[in-house]
T-cell receptor, first 114, second 115 residues
Framework: GAVVSQHPSRVICKSGTSVKIECRSLDFQATTMFWYRQFPKQSLMLMATSNEGSKATYEQGVEKDKFLINHASLTLSTLTVTSAHPEDSSFYIC??????????FGPGTRLTVL | AQSVAQPEDQVNVAEGNPLTVKCTYSVSGNPYLFWYVQYPNRGLQFLLKYITGDNLVKGSYGFEAEFNKSQTSFHLKKPSALVSDSALYFCAVRGLNFGNEKLTFGTGTRLTIIP
């Protein structure tokens, strides 16, 4: 199956700094990628849809200025958590659809903000 | 709007026994249904999907799921549980509208297989 990678897998940062997370489709092109956030013992919450060549579409309640998304190419989307605070600590997962039937998920990035 | 319900937060099964993880859904029209498994600090791994055709779908690691349209259910099953099946399982649904690839996930069910 298709492979999606994320980098870094784990990041610890100080409050007020910005953190960039990369999501790459390794063996297929993705005009769309999805960013999810997962709190401990909870489900995945869709944050935004990343669109190659255009602006991301954010879900209700997600601050677009806080979570900057850039879909620079057909294989790369980045999520930047700006001015991170401890409440932003979470597990961030990206996914990319391949065909119309499946999505392939990255391994996730654990963000800890001190 | 589409939604998924996983009524059980936790399911415990003895090794070797059959297991069932429940899922019901709500979506306009016919659904695409998925099961994913998540191990600690890992992303989601695809188990199986229902798009059309036979109501009984077979997937990875010996898992299967039965689509029941009248009950709007898609329960995950395995005839004989292994300790290695212990993980967090998510059911997900999306509509058939082309271009609408958003998945809606259930809240997850933690499956524990007891040796």
């Amino acid at each position: 199956g298709a492979v999606v990678s994320q980098h870094p897998s784990r990041v610890i940062c100080k409050s007020g700094t910005s953190v960039k997370i990369e999501c790459r489709s390794l063996d297929f092109q993705a005009t769309t990628m999805f960013w999810y956030r997962q709190f401990p013992k909870q489900s995945l919450m869709l944050m935004a849809t990343s669109n190659e060549g255009s602006k991301a579409t954010y879900e209700q309640g997600v601050e677009k200025d806080k979570f900057l998304i850039n879909h620079a190419s057909l294989t790369l989307s980045t999520l930047t958590v700006t001015s991170a605070h401890p409440e932003d600590s979470s597990f961030y997962i990206c996914s990319a659809p391949s065909g119309i039937n499946e999505q392939f998920f990255g391994p996730g990035t654990r963000l800890t903000v001190l | 709007a589409q939604s998924v319900a996983q009524p059980e937060d936790q399911v415990n099964v003895a090794e070797g026994n059959p297991l069932t993880v429940k899922c019901t859904y709500s979506v306009s029209g016919n659904p695409y249904l998925f099961w994913y498994v998540q191990y600690p600090n890992r992303g989601l791994q695809f188990l199986l999907k229902y798009i059309t055709g036979d109501n009984l779908v077979k997937g990875s690691y010996g898992f299967e799921a039965e689509f029941n349209k009248s009950q709007t259910s898609f329960h995950l099953k395995k005839p004989s549980a292994l300790v290695s099946d212990s993980a967090l399982y998510f059911c997900a649904v999306r509509g058939l509208n082309f271009g609408n690839e958003k998945l809606t996930f259930g809240t997850g069910t933690r499956l524990t297989i007891i040796p």
